[in-house]
């Protein structure tokens, strides 16, 4: 009996490890991807470098698990998959991969910590129950956040360049949040990773096309590429997308969805230390106020979610004949 409570406290003891180290690593992951992707367009042109991206990445995904034995998706999942990847990888990363020619990683990663905000508003708007009080205090904090940099930008995204910039990244925040909702309803494969290799291929795939339109094709020399853009691709493929997705998909299915759903506020975090360190961005007043202002927002509606999630749960084990609820993991995973 002692050596069985030795064994449950040594395996709860690694479980416990493991989590953590999953944990650390979505955020170091997760966090690094907005200053590689700005390191790899200073001569990538932006769409081609997002194309190759997550083609190479969903590739390697969907032909892993297929070896694994997972089933192969239906015409209508690779459908779905196909939105939910138009949404997110076009609209959303590809923008911002336009976007960080003239707006520091730091600001990017601030103003896409906004996607929980924007997911809540798109839900009350497609039928969802209307916002409780924190999570619409939550939205205003937010709202505030985001004009304390729309109004006075820091560093090198002052000016109209970095103004539009800015916007094209709220933009892309809103493109990734609609898809994320929609991703709610999708016809899926049951395996994350799966899903997620799908949506990385036909989200690379027009990636790759809408490069061809926006010119980045057109005089592109890959012996001018330096060395530090091939490394930042590189760390985007196999970190940012290969490594990063399986590290969260695994704390989904081992830890509390709402203890793997903080890379949301730990990721502006890291992000703006790394720009600030490695990059030299410049930290003004105006951006400490709106990561303050922003990481609160996604604290308060991630804890208001989760509150609500409990709720509902509970009302379907207690309704006659539930056998119990499935726990309702984050729509919102990632793409970073």
């Known amino acids: 009996m002692q050596n069985q409570t030795g064994r449950l406290a040594d395996a709860k003891k690694k479980r416990s490890i493991l989590i953590a180290l999953a944990l650390a690593s979505v955020y170091l992951f997760w966090g ?39 089933k192969r998706p239906t015409l209508l999942e690779w459908r779905d998959a196909g939105i939910v990847g138009t949404l997110m990888l076009l609209s959303g ?25 924007w ?8 039928g969802a129950k209307k916002p409780s009080a924190w999570s619409m205090l939550g939205i205003a904090l937010g709202m505030c956040g985001i004009a304390a940099l729309v109004w006075s930008p820091a560093g090198t995204a002052s000016g109209e360049s970095g103004l539009f910039g800015i916007l094209a ?23 994350p ?4 290799g799908m949506q990385m291929i036909v989200g690379g795939a027009a990636l790759l096309v809408v490069a061809a339109f926006h010119g980045d094709y057109r005089g592109f020399d890959a012996a001018k590429v330096s060395v530090q853009s091939l490394l930042a691709l590189g760390y985007l493929i196999v970190f940012g997308s290969l490594l990063g997705f399986t590290c969260y998909v695994w704390l989904l299915k081992n830890a509390e969805p709402s203890v793997a759903a903080t ?54 084990q207690n309704a006659p004949g539930a056998a119990g609820a499935e726990p309702v993991l984050p729509a919102e995973k990632g793409g970073r």
């Open 119 to 126: 997911i809540t508003v798109l839900s009350f708007l497609c």
């Open 169 to 191: 990244i709220l933009f892309a925040a809103i493109s990734w949040s609609a898809g994320s909702v929609y991703a709610r309803k999708a016809r899926m494969p049951a395996a």
């Open 193 to 196: 990773l799966l899903s997620t």
């Open 263 to 316: 890379y949301a506020f730990v990721n502006p975090i890291v992000a703006v230390f790394l720009g600030w360190l490695l990059a030299g961005e410049e930290i003004g007043a105006n951006m400490l106020l709106a990561v303050v202002l922003i990481v609160a927002a996604v604290v308060v509606i991630t804890l208001a979610r989760d509150k609500g999630e409990r709720a509902r749960a509970g009302e379907e």
């Open 93 to 117: 990363n590809g923008v911002v991969s336009w976007a960080e020619q003239s707006v520091p990683s730091s600001i990017a990663s601030v103003l896409l910590a906004t996607v929980p905000l």
């Open 32 to 70: 690094g991807t907005y200053l590689g992707m700005r390191f790899a367009v200073e001569t990538i042109p932006p769409f081609l470098m997002a194309g190759v991206r997550f083609t190479a990445a969903g590739w390697i995904l969907y032909a892993a698990l297929r070896i694994k034995g997972e």
